[in-house]
């Protein structure tokens, strides 16, 4: 793909928030937890997969980050 990246395969996670996973170099795969707000992406945590199942310690501090965002609101 000439270092062009596909779209990764969207799953919604929480009502407004959603993550994705990519493939990196070392064949392990990044977790990215992301939410829309005021018509942006926004970043909320990324992690290395090593499991199946996103930890909740991982969830709660995004869903932690996305409170602080929608506080400044």
């Known amino acids: 793909m000439d270092g062009l990246l596909a779209c990764p395969p969207v799953v919604r996670w929480e009502k407004d928030?959603?993550?994705?996973?990519?493939?990196?170099?070392n064949g392990k795969i990044a977790r990215v937890l992301f939410c829309i707000f005021e018509n942006r992406m926004i970043l909320l945590h990324g992690l290395i997969k090593k499991a199946q199942k996103t930890p909740k310690?991982?969830?709660?501090?995004?869903?932690k980050r996305k409170s602080i965002l929608e506080a400044k609101r």
């Open 17 to 25: 928030s959603m993550k994705f996973g990519l493939t990196i170099p």
């Open 57 to 63: 310690k991982e969830l709660d501090l995004a869903l």
